[in-house]
Structures are given as C-alpha cells and as structure tokens.
C-alpha cells in the first residue's frame, strides 16, 4: 500500500523537489476517491484544494442553457487538477466531472498556501512548477482555439 | 496523333472500385491497382478529367496489393471532384511517388504515431503494418486528435486497432453525446508507452499540429532524428521537374513528403519557406 | 582552328541549312536584339551594340561595325528548348466513362543556335542538369537538345550588367559548343576564328571556305577575351551559397521587398529558371488537354495550398527566388543556377541587382530579424 508520502513523491509535480519539502506537502495531502460521473467541483463553490490525478480521468466542463454541459478538456493520471485555490477570491471556474471511476491525492489548499508563507524558498518552487503547468495548458488551450484541422484556416 | 509514349506527366487511367464517406468533408474511394509497387507514406496525382490533378496520399493497406485507396478531403475543385466519384467511374492515376515511412528503422522499437485530422490518412498504411507484424515492434501507440467528433476518420477501423495496439483519440472540441477525450492531441502524450530513449515518432497534420507536437515530444527527450513527419507543399509534376514543392533545397515530392524531423527542423522554424 | 573571312559568315548560315538545321540568332526587333529566324548574315544586327546597366537597356551604333558586337538581349535561348507553352497531352472520354491520352508528339525541331554567348552556353549547360537528370528527363527537353546545334561566340566586349567571371565563365567558351567562333578585326582584316567542339562541327567547318588559323589571329583572340574579361564591373560574392543557406532572417529581404515588384521579369529573362505550371483545360467539344507553361515563383500561385500561399510576401518570395538561385540549386544540381549574364539587372524595371543585394547580405552574415 502505498503511503500518502510515497504517492506525493510519485507525482510530476513534485517529481525532483528536496525530500524535506515532499514530506512537507505531503502533510497537506490525503488520498480521496470519487465514483464515477461524481461532480468533484462546481463553478462558483469556493476552491480550497486541489488534486494530482492517479486513476480515472476527469472533464472539465462549463454548461451553458442553450447547449448543456460542455466539455473543454480532458485530464488523465499524472495531471494537475484546479489552480482557482492560488488567488483570491478562492473559487472555481469550471466544473470538474468524475468521468470514470477517480483515485487521486487532494491537498488543502490553505494548509498549502501556509506553508508557502512560512517557507519562502518552498513558495517559489511550487510556483516555478504550477507557472509551467499552467504555461503548458495555456499553449494547449490556445492550439485548441486556433482549430488547426478547419479547411481554410490560413 | 500517336498514343502517348509513357511518361511521367501522363496519366493511367483507373477505375473507382468503392467509395466510402467518412466524414463531412472525406471521402475514402478505392481505385483498380494496376501492379504499381507502393510504400506506407508514398502519394499518388490523382486526375479528374478536365478539372485537375492533385497529390493525394495512399491510406489503404500494403498487404492489399489489388487496390489503390485513398482518403480525400474537399477543399477545392480538383478535390471535390474526386470526392464525388461513383464505383465504376474513371480517375486518373500517376504514381507512386516520395519517400516513406520508416518502418524498417522502427522495427523492436517502441513506436508511437502521432496523427491531427486528415493526417490520420497517410498514417494508416504504417498502422497496418504495425498491426499485421505486431511482433515485430515493443509497444505500439496511436495518439488522434480531431476537430470534433463528426471529423473522426475511420472510426471503426480505430476500434480494431485498439485490440493490436494502443489507440488514444481526443477532439478539440466535444459534440453532445461524446463520452472520449476533449483537448489537443498532445495532451495525450503522458499516457503513451513511449521510451523516448530508443522510440520512434511518426507525426502527421496540419503543419502547425506537427511543429507543436515535435515541441512536445522534444519536452519529452525525443531526439530529433527519432522523429519523422509528412510534409505538404503545392505539386504539379510531383517529379522534382516543376519548382513549386520546394522546402529550401529539398524537393517535398522527391525527398519527401516523410521527412526526418532534423533535415526539416530549420523550415518549420522560419516563417514562409 | 581555322580563320572564315566576315564576307563568308552567310556559308555558315547556308551550309547549317543545306543539313536541315532552322537558323536562329540574334536579330533586331522593336529596339532590341533578341533571337529569331536567321536566313543570311544580312538578318544579323551588324554594326550594332548595347548598352546595358540596372533598369537600362539601349541600342547603340557601333562604329567598329561588327556583326556580334553588341552583349545580349532580352531573350536567352531557353524558349529553344523549354517552349513558354507546351502542350504535353489530350484525352477524350468514351462511352465507359474511361479516357485515353494521346501525347502531342511533334518532331522536335532541328536548331542551330548562332552566336550563343559563354554565359548562356553554361545556362544550357545548368539546364541540362535540370532535365537530363537519371531519374526524371524530361523528354521533351531531350529531344530538342540532341537536335540543337551550338555555335558559340566569344564576346568582344561587356556590358555594365554582365559578371560571368565572378561565376567560373568567361568571355570565351572553353567547351560544350559544337562549333565557337571568336569575330576579329584588325590589321589582318574582319574575319572569324572558328574552332570545332564536336565530330559534326568539325564536318561543318570542312565545308566552309577556312583557312588554317595563324599565330597572330589565336593571340588577337586570346587578348579580346582578356579585354572583354577586364571590362567586367560587377562581381557575384565568392561564397555566396553557404551564406545564403544560414541567411533566411536577415533584413534585407524586407528591404528589397520595398523595391520589389514581383513583376516576373527576371524570371522570365534568366536563362535558368525552369518552375513550369502544369494546367489541365477542356475545350467545347469535352476534350481535356494538359500543358505545361512557365510559372515563376513571384506569383502568389506558386506557393498555393490550403487556401493560401507559404509565400505570401514579396520579401519571401525574393529570397525564395535569389535564395534558390544561388544557394540551394548547388545542393540540387551540383553547380550554382546562375551563370552571370546580368539579364535579371538589366531588365528589372525597379533596377535591382542580383550582385549588389548578394553582397548586401554577404556583408552581414545571419542577419536577425525581431
């Protein structure tokens, strides 16, 4: 079985920090399980952790009246799941659906946020490591909109 | 007026055998194979009478010699022409022509195919291949993105793929009803079993779905001559004779489409070449 | 070598059509030289010259009153023998719906090309290359090129545009000519030096009214060659193709593009530019047809696909066109595509210069561009 410790130090994420700061976020982390079309989160409610995916994958959605529930993206074992719990006011901006059965390791994100505060040089790594999440959803998302495979895109 | 000696802007003629629609904007059509000897990444000039001639991949499978197949997407006169043949109408066939997919290269390797929207199409030769020698390769991924889920081709072969090798297909954007992933054919990458030290990567699409995800599989510790691609540039004599294919001192009919990712690395970073 | 006295120049013209060979060389046609039928040495532009520079183009009189005493025109001699419109195919459908094709098979024609300048016989000679390569002759070119005849001729003087010898040419051809004649006119008279480059030129100079070439007349050649070589002004930078290959960003391509106007005309006018477009066409009866014409790779067309061209801009498509020229033909075909005959200065009309943009970016290597 494996520890909550060992599965933080599993994560990309965290993949290469100082061992100290592995045991540190670990002592924010608890491992958590959602069945399957399970809302995990909703816009709006307020975002006070967040989630590194071990099984199962999660849509994010937004739903709209006229077209219903919306799919924008598709995250899979080994992704970050929510940043909204980064910056005031703490709430999040799409729904995060359960598509399947999901195992994953939620961390709080206050006790997180505290740690940061206390421990500059912690605060920075874990920025450095989202910053460049965040870079590379936001590439991905900017493929997504540039809709590559319409004829006549040019 | 004599018959027309063999020559290479000639055309033969061939006879359209079947035609499938896969999509909105594709069509599959199968010609009458004449004997040509063809290779997974090679294309045909396909002729409709008295519109036009275009460079069309060959998608169809190498262990089935008899017929020439073809996937088409209409984006212009010549194309649409094509798209609207019938079984038992005539095509112009001249061909085969370019270079190929690196089967030979990829062989015990882990390979991992990496194919946006159409591009699926010149990829699916490889995949037969792969599905039919499956021994003779470590793990095989297919990774797909489309536009949606309308845009998918070939939706039933994916299906059957998926018991030879890994299949991962993904949409930009989701249509009511789709339950698969939504995101950019990248985003699949962490989930292919993919050795980068000793794999092989065979990326095709639109040029600018190739340039990301060679950045994506460089991010990944992919070198740069473990990847190859399929490039696409406008072609009248597809026999390096007319000038207008040409990606700086290579000619993309004769020492392409399927280029090394290196020897092309430099034009897909600098803007109109 | 042999020595033909000026008078007799018409029994070159008449042994060549006695043989069957259609005559052409430089005539004079609405204010230039350029190349056509030539029936005696009467059609030949004697006692004209030109002068050329960026942008310029004149006739002159000649006061030595030669008979090849002006550079070049316009024209080279690649219409000869890569026609601007040739039709390559027709097919009718039958009742099946199949079609057959049937190729336009003409004899190709028997040419002797008179007066054909160092320069243009090195533009034939890349050319050549192009066509006649292992994997894909174009037949066509074949079959006119075996039944070409070449007459070189030395120059007697340079225009301001020309620069073969920065190129590996010179004034005199050395070679690939069947017959090279070299005009002289001096105290010993106007006469022409004439040597043989093959078996069947040499068959033709038999039957001409020669005499053995003195010591006097190969020195008089070899000193117009030297002359003519010391008039050259401009010059091509020496390695110019590696510094093309790695130059792809640099400014200068934007700067020329302001003066650019993507009209075509140097290609057109170089000896040995090749892009063709291939059009297929029906008529009204439902016949279709295919031809081959020249393109040029200033059109928008030329880099169309997708619903878009990959050389949008003229700065892409000057550095695509000077580029290939210079740099990248060498990786293709083993020599550099330009055998510096200048014609692409002269008749530019926004007077850019092939030499003076090469330099411009041989002296900054690399260039970036933000």
């Known amino acids: 079985m494996l520890t909550v410790a060992e599965a933080v130090a599993r994560c990309p994420l965290f993949d290469g920090l100082p061992r100290r700061y592995q045991e540190l976020i670990a002592g924010c982390a608890r491992f958590v399980r959602f069945d399957a079309d399970v809302a995990i989160f909703l816009e709006g409610q307020p975002a006070d952790r967040f989630f590194v995916l071990r099984e199962g994958r999660v849509t994010l959605e937004v739903f709209s009246p006229e077209r219903g529930r919306i799919v924008v993206q598709t995250l899979g074992p080994g992704d970050a799941l929510g940043w909204s719990w980064l910056f005031p006011p703490y709430r999040w901006h799409l729904d995060a659906m359960a598509r399947e059965r999901v195992a994953a390791v939620a961390f709080d994100g206050a006790c997180l946020r505290g740690k940061c505060h206390e421990d500059h040089l912690l605060g920075h790594l874990l920025m450095e490591r989202f910053g460049d999440l965040m870079l590379q959803r936001l590439q991905a998302t900017r493929l997504q909109l540039l809709d590559v495979y319409a004829h006549g895109s040019r | ?87 038992g109408q005539w095509v112009g066939v001249r061909g085969p022509f370019g270079s190929t997919w690196p089967l030979a290269a990829a062989r015990g390797r882990d390979v991992l195919l990496v194919a946006g929207g159409v591009g699926l199409a010149p990829l699916r030769p ?28 070939f939706r039933r072969e994916l299906e059957r793929w998926g018991h030879r090798v890994d299949v991962l297909v ?49 991010r990944l510790g992919l070198a740069e001559r473990a990847a190859w691609i399929s490039m696409e540039r406008n072609m009248h004599c597809a026999v390096g004779l007319c000038g207008h294919c040409q990606l700086g001192p290579a000619f993309v009919c004769r020492e392409g489409p399927v280029f090394r990712a290196d020897a092309v690395a430099w034009a897909l970073g600098v803007r109109e070449v | ?300 067309g030329h880099s169309y696909i997708h619903g878009g061209s990959v050389h949008a801009s003229t700065a892409s498509r000057y550095r695509q066109w000077l580029t290939h020229k210079l740099s990248t033909w060498v990786d293709q075909f083993g020599t550099s595509g330009c055998t510096g005959c200048g014609r692409c200065i002269a008749w530019c009309p926004a007077a850019i210069d092939i030499t003076e943009e090469a330099a411009a970016i041989a002296a900054s290597p690399g260039g970036t561009r933000c």
């Open chain 3, 1 to 300: 070598m042999r020595t033909l006295p000026a008078a007799r120049l018409g029994d070159l013209v008449a042994a060549l059509r006695r043989r069957g060979w259609r005559v052409i060389g430089p005539v004079l046609r609405e204010g230039a030289v350029t190349y056509g039928e030539v029936e005696s040495a009467a059609d030949l532009p004697r006692g004209w010259t030109d002068r050329q520079d960026a942008g310029t183009y004149r006739l002159e009189r000649d006061p030595r009153d030669l008979f090849f005493g002006f550079t070049l025109g316009a024209q080279s001699w690649k219409p000869f023998l890569f026609p601007p419109r040739l039709r390559l195919w027709s097919a009718e459908r039958d009742e099946g719906g199949s079609f057959e094709v049937r190729g336009e098979r003409e004899e190709a024609p028997m040419q002797a090309f008179l007066g054909v300048r160092p320069c243009d016989l090195a533009a034939i000679a890349v050319q050549d290359r192009v066509f006649l390569r292992g994997d894909h002759t174009d037949p066509d070119y074949r079959r006119r090129r075996e039944r070409a005849f070449l007459v070189a001729v030395t120059c007697g003087q340079a225009a301001a545009t020309c620069f073969c010898t920065s190129m590996g040419h010179g004034p005199r051809a050395r070679s690939g000519f069947d017959l090279a004649l070299t005009e002289l006119r001096d105290d010993a008279g106007h006469r022409f030096l004439v040597e043989a480059g093959t078996e069947r030129g040499a068959e033709l100079l038999a039957e001409l009214p020669t005499r053995p070439a003195r010591p006097g007349d190969r020195q008089g050649a070899e000193r117009l060659a030297a002359a003519t070589a010391g008039q050259i002004t401009r010059r091509m930078p020496a390695g110019i193709a590696g510094v093309l290959r790695d130059s792809y960003a640099h400014p200068r391509w934007d700067e020329v593009a302001v003066r650019c106007l993507a009209c075509t005309n140097c290609t057109l006018v170089c000896p040995t530019c090749f892009c063709m477009a291939v059009e297929d066409t029906t008529d009204l009866t439902g016949a279709a047809h295919r031809d081959r014409r020249w393109d040029s790779c200033f059109t928008a």
């Open chain 2, 126 to 153: 490889v995949v037969s291949e792969l599905c039919r020698h499956r021994p003779d390769y470590r793990r095989v991924t297919l990774l797909y993105g489309a536009r949606a889920p309308g845009d998918l081709l």
């Open chain 2, 1 to 87: 007026m004599a018959a027309a000696e063999p020559d290479f802007l000639t055309p033969r003629p061939a006879r359209v055998l079947s035609r499938r629609r896969e999509t909105r904007e594709s069509v599959t059509i199968a010609l009458e194979a004449a004997g040509e000897a063809w290779l997974p990444g090679q294309f045909n000039m396909l002729y409709a009478f008295g519109v036009g001639e275009v460079p069309i991949s060959i998608s169809g499978d190498p262990g089935r010699p008899d017929r020439l197949v073809h996937t088409v997407r209409s984006v212009g006169m010549v194309s649409e022409a094509l798209c609207r043949l019938r079984p």
């Open chain 2, 170 to 218: 993904t949409v930009d954007r989701a249509a009511p009803g789709w339950t698969g992933d939504v995101g950019v054919v990248g985003s699949l990458l962490p989930r292919a079993a993919f050795d980068p030290e000793g794999g092989v990567a065979m990326v095709c699409g639109p040029e600018v779905m190739m340039r990301f995800a060679l950045a994506d599989l460089r």
